[in-house]
């Protein structure tokens, strides 16, 4: 396995790109490219073509999160205005704005039936969760105080949720806290069940792996610089990837689970080989911390190979053939 680099885009945005996410392809329609920043926009790319689509200015603080349904027709965005805008991919109408007081919205993640839209709560120590008909707030799944039963309440041991994904069936849903901790709920029950430990700063990233087989596992990105990958259900961790410089600020996993992929702030991107539990690659395009790595969907041609985006507070967006 490898990331061949192919093109990049200087100043994408006019201020520092903060996370990205790809609208699948469907039919005739291309795989896109999702970004968000400091600079309050919305932008979508056209990855071959190296050209802006459309960009969205609904936010009015920077953008820390983007996500795209699984039916590519909408796509959301969240800033830490605490407002979630739900928009039209192909038009950039917008859908729906959705707010959740009186906590910033952090990581966004669309269910894999596309059902629900998960929301990192932040200060509310939460996981919220949005109906994608009606967009009414269904649930929200509170973090309970370790060693108690009972949600956390207004103390000095609140978890500030910065981070979410939902496992391939969606039955599972973990989030990540600025204390290191990672929480996982049956989202059916809208029970939390336990927390994954081993991380001791904040935990910035998580994704599960896509296959339907290995839908338990988890793999996390922490500041302080690991990447550990669990058994979510089994409560279990399974292996700890170290060799960044410092923080780790996105992890992604590739289409055929066969690797991950990082960002880190010491301005670099990895891959890791998971059955050699180890980096194979270090690439160095970006010239400041890289905020976000993102897979895009397998090629039609050959679906062990898809493209690899990041995105940094250089401004630039780098695009990568993984194969």
Not at 226 to 242: F, I, N, Q, R
Request: proline content about 4%; glycine content about 8%.
């Amino acid at each position: 396995m490898k990331l061949a680099p192919l093109d990049s885009i200087q100043n994408a945005h006019e201020d520092s790109l903060w996370t990205a996410a790809w609208v699948r392809s469907n039919g005739d329609k291309p795989a896109l490219l999702l970004t968000g920043g400091l600079d309050e926009t919305v932008k979508l790319w056209d990855p071959t073509k190296l050209t802006c689509l459309h960009t969205n200015t609904g936010h009015c603080l920077g953008v820390v999160s983007v996500t795209a349904h699984p039916n590519r027709r909408i796509a959301a965005s969240a800033s830490i205005d605490s407002f979630i805008r739900v928009f039209e991919v192909d038009t950039n109408n917008t859908i729906a704005t959705l707010e959740a007081p009186p906590s910033e919205v952090w990581q966004l993640q669309f269910s894999p039936d596309g059902s629900t839209l998960a929301a990192a709560g932040g200060g509310s120590s939460s996981v919220k969760l949005w109906d994608t008909t009606k967009w009414q707030l269904v649930a929200t799944l509170s973090i309970p105080h370790q060693g108690g039963s009972q949600p956390s309440e207004k103390s000095g041991s609140k978890k500030f949720v910065l981070s979410v994904a939902w496992n391939t069936d969606g039955r599972l849903l973990a989030c990540g806290s600025v204390d290191g901790t990672i929480s996982v709920f049956d989202v059916a029950r809208a029970k939390f069940l336990h927390f994954l430990e081993g991380h001791c700063m904040p935990v910035r990233s998580l994704v599960f792996s896509p296959s339907l087989h290995d839908s338990r596992i988890l793999f996390s990105g922490s500041d302080d610089g690991h990447v550990h990958v669990y058994d979510a259900e089994g409560k279990t961790l399974l292996t700890s990837l170290s060799g960044h410089a410092s923080w780790v600020l996105s992890v992604d996993v590739s289409p055929d689970g066969a690797a991950v992929a990082t960002g880190s702030s010491d301005k670099t991107v990895k891959l890791w080989d998971l059955k050699m539990r180890a980096a194979t690659q270090t690439l160095t395009n970006h010239t400041d911390q890289v905020w976000s790595v993102a897979f895009g969907p397998p090629s039609k041609i050959d679906v062990r190979s898809c493209m690899l985006a990041s995105v940094s507070d250089d401004k630039s967006i780098s695009f990568y053939q993984y194969s």
